[in-house]
């Protein structure tokens, strides 16, 4: 993504590449309704900005970095001296970076009032209605090329504000039935009404196959393959605190897409069979399960599909879950998370 926008307080504000390679970027206020351009400012060098977000007079604007701060690159070698070591942490920058700006005074020159960083590569980055900003990245975990000779690799890094530091044990959550466990999972919480201070947390287990933001927190789909089949696994953060982590049950089959916020707290997860004999014609059962907040689940719905045939999409402006099949479209309803309605 080379460009991103946001609106906000009357203003239209943009971020977009300048320069003649294109690695420069500039983020231009404009007037909202009329395009007229009120003043930009140059960002922050060795980033590819990814999303701009706004929540009343403050702005968010999140990218990937080309490559590694200095201070980050001095952080301390398992080996004496690097002894044996080459750093070859550069070719495998996975660290993203999050500026807050202020409209507050000269809306023309948004000013810098704080910076986050943290380990992985962006994975999404948004605002809760009440003002949270939650932001997920992936950090690999990689082995041998020297790499794997520092305690960054093996350990997330943030940075507090003041100095890049490792993540406490405390704030790491490791997933005991992870297969390989070879990805952690980092996820940051600042509240944008108050002072900027982040908290970060870790799950460190396989990659999830789906992330969501929602007003609930960060819900991640962990697959988990065992020999009698898939099966999947929701986890979330929550949003008033992100150290809070609840897990559900075992749901049967594998996550299809990611998990959908509905309303009230409540979510869903459609898992896809696997493994399963066909209810005749080739066609399997697919499963909805609604999560309760506390991730229990509290109803369940079978829906034909067909692997050649269907598909599936959530609208999320309508609480609907949308399947198509080769005999047509079947519409389940919830809007009212306890009492689902399939037409």
Not at 8 to 28: H, K, M, Q
Not at 67 to 76: A, I
Request: net charge negative; aromatic share 8%.
């Amino acid at each position: 993504m080379s460009s991103a926008c946001a609106a906000g307080n009357d203003y239209r504000l943009e971020i977009y590449p300048d320069g003649e390679d294109g690695r420069d970027y500039v983020l231009s206020v404009y007037l909202d309704g009329t395009g007229q351009q009120l003043g930009s400012v140059p960002l922050e060098e060795q980033v590819e900005y990814q999303r701009l977000l706004s929540y009343g007079s403050t702005l968010v604007a999140v990218g990937n970095l080309t490559s590694y701060p200095e201070e980050y690159l001095k952080l301390n070698s398992t080996l004496p001296n690097g002894a044996g070591s080459v750093d070859n942490r550069d070719n495998y920058t996975e660290m993203s970076v999050l500026n807050i700006y202020t409209l507050d005074g000269d809306a023309s020159q948004p000013q810098l009032v704080a910076s986050h960083y943290q380990a992985g590569t962006l994975v999404d980055a948004g605002v809760t209605g009440s003002g949270v900003l939650m932001t997920v990245t992936d950090k690999d975990l990689y082995e041998g090329e020297g790499v794997a000779d520092y305690l960054t690799e093996s350990i997330p890094v943030v940075y507090d504000g003041s100095s890049f530091q490792y993540l406490p044990s405390g704030s790491i959550f490791i997933d005991g039935e992870a297969s390989v466990r070879d990805c952690y999972t980092v996820i940051s919480r600042c509240d944008l009404t108050g002072p900027a201070a982040f908290t970060t947390v870790a799950y460190l287990g396989d990659t999830p196959e789906g992330v969501t933001l929602s007003d609930s927190g960060v819900y991640l789909a962990q697959v988990l393959e065992e020999i009698e089949g898939s099966f999947t696994r929701v986890l979330r953060f929550a949003a008033d605190n992100i150290r809070s982590l609840l897990r559900s049950d075992r749901l049967e089959g594998r996550i299809y897409d990611r998990v959908y916020s509905l309303a009230g707290g409540y979510s869903l997860a459609v898992t896809l069979p696997d493994g399963q004999e066909d209810t005749g014609g080739g066609i399997l059962l697919a499963e909805a399960t609604v999560l309760d907040p506390g991730l229990a689940a509290v109803s369940r719905i079978q829906l034909d599909w067909d692997p050649e045939w269907s598909s599936l999409y959530w609208d999320a402006g309508q609480s609907c879950l949308v399947v198509q099949t080769s005999d047509g479209t079947v519409t389940v309803d919830l809007s009212d998370p306890l009492a689902p309605v399939t037409r």
